[in-house]
């Protein structure tokens, strides 16, 4: 697996914005996808944004028209553009990284980081 390091959470209003970053430890071309869940307490972790190696996106109902991720090959960041934030938004917020090998997906994950969205 590749090491993945996210970043960029705290605590904003709602209506604000906020942009979390992952940094892959090598290349992100070496995943077939990356993507940003969330996991709110008592709640089961969720796909919020999905990025394929080919650029192709896809989002969570949620997310859409809200949020925007987006890749930096050249720095090897993976970024999630969070607007007009709304409190059913607080989770921890994962970046992940699918790797397929021999017909299995290999998982990565960064370690997490807190949005919290209140006012």
């Known amino acids: 697996q590749v090491q993945l390091v996210d970043s960029g959470g705290g605590l904003v209003q709602p209506g604000g914005s906020l942009r979390l970053s992952c940094a892959a430890s090598g290349s992100v071309f070496t995943f077939n996808a990356m993507g940003w869940y969330r996991q709110a307490p008592g709640k089961q972790r969720e796909l919020v944004a999905a990025i394929t190696s080919g650029g192709s996106t896809n989002y969570a109902d949620p997310a859409k028209g809200r949020f925007t991720i987006s890749r930096d090959d050249a720095k090897n960041m993976v970024y999630l553009q969070m607007n007009n934030l709304k409190p059913e938004d607080t989770a921890v917020y994962y970046c992940?990284?699918?790797?397929?090998?021999?017909?299995?997906?290999?998982?990565?994950w960064g370690q997490g980081t807190q949005v919290t969205v209140s006012g």
């Open positions: 992940n990284g699918k790797l397929r090998l021999l017909g299995r997906d290999y998982d990565s």
